[in-house]
């Protein structure tokens, strides 16, 4: 019973994470904090635009830069802090 619950609270997770993507037309200005988030998510936006849904990979209405550089950062946070729990040989 306790793998179902688990099971359940991923699926909620991945439900709450792709609920964040980035829509096609929005008036919001995103800044750093909304790259930050939406490169984050990317992987769930790329998945959605992969089916034709309409979900962008980023925001077309950003601030520049520094949305730019939230987004970089967010994307390399998936894959890109995983040295840290590599292991030394010996």
């Not at 609920?19 to 992987?43: A, I, K, N, Q, R």
Request: charged share 10%.
């Amino acid at each position: 019973m306790k793998k179902y619950h688990g099971l359940l609270i991923v699926f909620f997770c991945v439900f709450l994470l792709a609920s964040c993507v980035p829509d096609e037309s929005t008036p919001h200005e995103y800044g750093f904090f909304g790259g930050l988030v939406h490169g984050l998510v990317f992987p769930f936006a790329l998945f959605a635009k992969l089916f034709g849904l309409k979900y962008g990979i980023y925001a077309f209405n950003n601030s520049g830069f520094f949305y730019w550089l939230g987004y970089i950062i967010g994307v390399g946070g998936l894959g890109g802090g995983g040295g840290i729990f590599a292991r030394r040989g010996k």
